[in-house]
T-cell receptor
Framework: AQSVSQHNHHVILSEAASLELGCNYS??????LFWYVQYPGQHLQLLLK????DPLVKGIKGFEAEFIKSKFSFNLRKPSVQWSDTAEYFC????????????WGLGTSLAVNP | GAGVSQTPSNKVTEKGKYVELRCDPI?????LYWYRQSLGQGPEFLIY????????DSGLPNDRFFAVRPEGSVSTLKIQRTERGDSAVYLC???????????FGPGTRLTVL
């Protein structure tokens, strides 16, 4: 079955702490991987994506993620978080091509204390 | 330019009523997606249009749910005989021809009393 698992449902950090949010997927064949973010009161927006090539991808606002095929993982990282990173983070996968529907994780709520 | 817009932003209805939710995609985007998100969950896929036709409707939960996109732009999600379990935020997204990134609207919060 196709699924996405996000390990941490709630994370609380202090500013300047490092962040790593786990994401594992179960999906047969080619995968496209995404991290979306939802800031309070705003709609979902793309943080970064992996389609092919370099498994380390960089996104907006200093975020990066690494695709590890052997571990079926796509963990999100940021070396130093800011209060403005407080948001809900979602990992998602699809097969690309005509397989457009996104399969989503449950999300991780991140709170950064100033 | 303008992003994806959805109307209404909030809809409260009574069990058994019919509702329509509207999505205006980004101009020129050929693909349009509907998802719904229940409290504490990630979005759940409902249906995906490529142009006017439904390319994948495997996520529609039952025959009470139907969606159209008659001119390949605006889409309407229609829910008949609403049930309390239909309460959720209904999200719409669009993507350009050949593009894999989906751009989301603000959602419609549906509450069925």
């Amino acid at each position: 079955a196709q699924s996405v698992s996000q390990h941490n449902h709630h994370v609380i950090l202090s500013e300047a702490a490092s962040l790593e949010l786990g994401c594992n997927y179960s999906y047969g064949g080619t995968v496209n991987l995404f991290w979306y973010v939802q800031y309070p009161g705003q709609h979902l927006q793309l943080l970064l994506k992996y389609f092919s090539g370099d498994p380390l991808v960089k996104g907006i606002k200093g975020f990066e993620a690494e695709f590890i095929k052997s571990k079926f993982s796509f963990n999100l990282r940021k070396p130093s978080v800011q209060w403005s990173d407080t948001a809900e983070y979602f990992c998602a996968v699809n097969g690309g091509g005509n397989n457009r529907k996104l399969i989503w994780g449950l999300g991780t709520s991140l709170a950064v204390n100033p | 330019g303008a992003g994806v817009s959805q109307t209404p932003s909030n809809k409260v209805t009574e069990k058994g009523k019919y509702v329509e939710l509207r999505c205006d995609p980004i101009s020129g985007h050929t693909a349009l997606y509907w998802y719904r998100q229940s409290l504490g969950q990630g979005p759940e896929f409902l249906i995906y249009f490529q142009g006017t036709g439904a390319a994948d409707d495997s996520g529609l939960p039952n025959d009470r749910f139907f969606a159209v996109r008659p001119e390949g732009s605006v889409s309407t999600l229609k829910i008949q005989r609403t049930e309390r379990g239909d309460s959720a935020v209904y999200l719409c997204a669009s993507s350009p021809q050949g593009g894999d990134t989906q751009y989301f609207g603000p959602g419609t919060r549906l509450t069925v009393l």
